[in-house]
């Protein structure tokens, strides 16, 4: 499990920045001896790795430049994951914004990739450590975009199943209530009432964004439940969404509701999904597009975002489209069951080398 995703990324000391996701990006374990494997390997070995990485962690078909190839080289050669995953998120987002423009042929229709980066940043764990904490990790799911007013069925596995249902979970919001949300603001709670009651609904229409079911009609959808995007039908104007996340379990988690493109909204989880987090915690999301993504920051509820305070945890969802191979594979899986095992042995492989980090000597 562990070295298929992009690892963890630590900073505990020198010997540390060798980095889960340096070792996960060149082929080697958790516990490989990283020096020893490193000695005369040469830039072609080097570019190969990077080549292979992006392959598995990016949209099928990814292509990487020269001047990219040569910044992920110089990142693994310096054991600085930092730089590595930054230039990975943008190998991924022109790749996305290529697509889009050039419309390639092997995209298939409606599947879009869906690539969440997990970027932990935590400045306040001083109280565990004497250095910051920091790790990453990259997860991958297939969606497919479901248009419910054309007469698609949504999966079972949303709770929202119709143009109707989005208008009735946003009803419960009112200036002095959240309803079925976690709305921070007041004003925004007010904002949100006022634009509800102000939507022509039928002039309205919905897209749903979900995880594709497998063959045998059960989703594998960790973190990620759904997406509702309502939009008018005269202008394709964004009118509300509504993003719907799930624990790792694929459990239906919380809700969140926005109005706007690149607008910060601020919540809170309402739930723990880690040993390490408070359902207390305030989030700030936003919706952007071109590529499609989702965006939360997660802070200490004593270090609010209000305070000029930095998140300890940054999560940036990317749509881009699938390819027809990756649709293929997917349709190929018969067996839900060990699928949804693979995702829990990560999730918890994952949360292990994390509470690691924070608390030495876990066994």
């Known amino acids: 499990a562990r070295n298929r995703v992009?690892?963890?990324?630590?900073?505990?000391?020198?010997?540390?920045?060798?980095?889960?996701?340096?070792?996960?990006?060149?082929?080697?374990?958790a516990r490989y001896d990283w020096q020893k494997s490193r000695e005369g390997k040469s830039d072609k070995w080097y570019e190969d790795k990077?080549?292979?990485?992006?392959?598995?962690?990016?949209?099928?078909?990814?292509?990487?430049?020269?001047?990219?190839?040569?910044e992920s080289v110089a990142a693994l050669k310096d054991l600085k994951p930092d730089d590595f995953v930054s230039n990975l998120f943008n190998i991924a987002s022109e790749d996305a914004k290529r697509r889009g423009q050039e419309g390639l042929q092997e995209i298939a229709e409606d599947y879009f990739v869906l690539t969440a980066f997990h970027d932990r940043r935590d400045v306040y764990s001083q109280v565990h450590m004497t250095e910051a904490i920091s790790s990453s990790f990259i997860g991958n799911l297939l969606l497919k975009?479901?248009?419910?007013?054309?007469?698609?069925?949504?999966?079972?596995?949303?709770?929202?199943?119709?143009?109707?249902?989005?208008?009735?979970?946003?009803?419960?919001?009112?200036?002095?209530?959240?309803?079925?949300?976690?709305?921070?603001?007041?004003?925004?709670?007010?904002?949100?009432?006022?634009?509800?009651?102000?939507?022509?609904?039928?002039?309205?229409y919905a897209v749903c964004y979900a995880v594709m079911p497998l063959?045998?009609?059960?989703?594998?959808?960790?973190?990620?439940?759904?997406?509702?995007l309502v939009r008018s039908v005269d202008t394709d104007q964004l009118?509300?969404?509504?993003?719907?996340?799930?624990?790792?379990?694929?459990?239906l988690a919380q809700k969140y509701v926005g109005l706007d493109f690149n607008e910060w909204y601020q919540s809170w989880p309402g739930s723990t999904f880690t040993p390490l987090s408070s359902p207390e915690n305030p989030y700030i999301f936003r919706l952007t597009?071109?590529?499609?993504?989702?965006?939360?920051?997660?802070?200490?509820?004593?270090?609010?975002?209000?305070?000029?305070?930095?998140?300890?945890?940054?999560?940036?969802?990317?749509?881009?489209?699938?390819?027809?191979?990756?649709?293929?594979?997917?349709?190929?899986?018969?067996?839900?069951?060990?699928?949804?095992?693979k995702t829990q042995i990560l999730k918890g492989s994952?949360?292990?080398?994390?509470?690691?980090?924070?608390?030495?000597?876990?066994?």
């Open 6 to 29: 992009a690892g963890v990324r630590q900073r505990l000391s020198r010997a540390a920045r060798e980095s889960l996701l340096i070792r996960a990006a060149l082929g080697h374990g």
């Open 289 to 341: 597009h071109d590529p499609l993504t989702f965006s939360i920051k997660a802070y200490f509820k004593d270090h609010p975002p209000a305070e000029g305070f930095a998140p300890y945890l940054t999560i940036d969802s990317v749509f881009t489209p699938a390819a027809r191979e990756q649709v293929r594979k997917w349709s190929h899986i018969t067996n839900p069951t060990v699928e949804q095992l």
């Open 50 to 70: 990077a080549k292979d990485f992006v392959t598995e962690y990016c949209a099928h078909g990814t292509t990487i430049d020269s001047a990219a190839l040569r």
């Open 145 to 204: 975009l479901y248009r419910p007013c054309q007469g698609d069925d949504v999966p079972q596995h949303v709770p929202l199943k119709s143009l109707d249902d989005v208008r009735h979970v946003l009803s419960t919001v009112t200036p002095e209530s959240s309803g079925e949300f976690n709305i921070a603001q007041p004003a925004v709670r007010a904002m949100i009432a006022r634009r509800v009651r102000s939507i022509a609904w039928a002039d309205a």
């Open 239 to 251: 009118l509300v969404y509504v993003f719907v996340s799930a624990g790792a379990d694929g459990s």
């Open 350 to 363: 994952l949360m292990f080398d994390l509470m690691k980090l924070y608390r030495p000597g876990t066994t």
């Open 215 to 228: 063959p045998t009609g059960e989703a594998v959808s960790p973190a990620f439940n759904s997406l509702w």
